[in-house]
């Protein structure tokens, strides 16, 4: 995927130093942009569809311990739901394959890695080089990566339009997040990160699903209940909030510590069984 074409006729060197396109807009190609930061050069891979308009929506998809960005990418679907709706992706990776979102996981949390910083950056930069909407970034991530996009809406308000954490749980303070959307993705059986809360993944402690939306809920004024829906195995569960901004749980009953959908098929529908679809469908609105 690496070596495109740039709009403006050059190529990025070795595909390891992002290029700004002539205009820096729509025709931007798909390359690996490098962040630097206290902590290193930081990388991450951009897949900007031919067809995406100026302003698009820029996704950040945020891998688990042990993964990477290339992984993600491969196993997700986002480039392919990408090019049918027009939005921009970037894949970053982790330091050392983690990531540092609060009690959890590996040497990026021991290291105290600033990866909401980083994660920040990265957007601010794909802004100006590729014309995306800065008020229309979502942060998508599995495990490790889900527990990174709560920590970036809980640790800086307004940087985000939405979240959809997967298999993931609040590890920070998070008060006051503020108005974002939230659609949140868990399996009951989950054994990494409990559906229930308690001791998991990394030896965290981790707070319930409904723990970790709470502050959401009131930060978006949303109704006490949700409206349920049940598409078995799955039982979905929507707020309405005064915000405008949704908030969605999507609870796959018997559903282990896994990215619902992921394979050749991820993101080809918008049903509760396939995340990447019903993640994006729900972000982003009608």
Known sequence: ???????????????????????????????????????????????????????????????????????????????GLADREGFVV????GLDGTWNGGGCCGRARTRGVDDVGYLAALSGRIAEEDGTD???????????????????????????????????????????????????????????VPFGGGAGAGGAQYPTVAGSLAPFLAGDGCSPAPALADDPPAAVGTWTCSSGRPVVRDVIDGGGHAWPGAGPDAGTTDTPLDATGFLWSRLAGP
């Open 1 to 79: 995927m690496l070596g495109r074409q740039f709009a403006g006729g050059l190529a990025c060197l070795l595909a390891l130093v992002a290029c700004a396109p002539a205009q820096g807009g729509a025709d931007t190609a798909d390359r690996t942009v490098v962040v630097s930061t206290a902590a290193g050069d930081r990388t991450a891979h951009v897949h900007h569809p031919q067809g995406a308009p100026a302003g698009a929506p820029l996704v950040v998809v945020l891998h688990g311990a042990g993964g990477s960005g290339a992984q993600v990418e491969a196993d997700l679907g986002w480039d």
């Open 134 to 192: 800065p008020r229309r970034v979502y942060a998508v991530g599995f495990s490790n990566g889900a527990i990174l996009a709560y920590a970036w809406a809980c640790s800086r308000p307004g940087d985000l339009a939405g979240i959809g954490p997967v298999a993931g749980a609040v590890l920070v303070p998070c008060a006051a997040p503020g108005p974002v959307a939230v659609v949140a993705v868990h399996g009951t059986e989950d054994d990494r």
């Open 90 to 93: 970037a894949y970053p990776d």
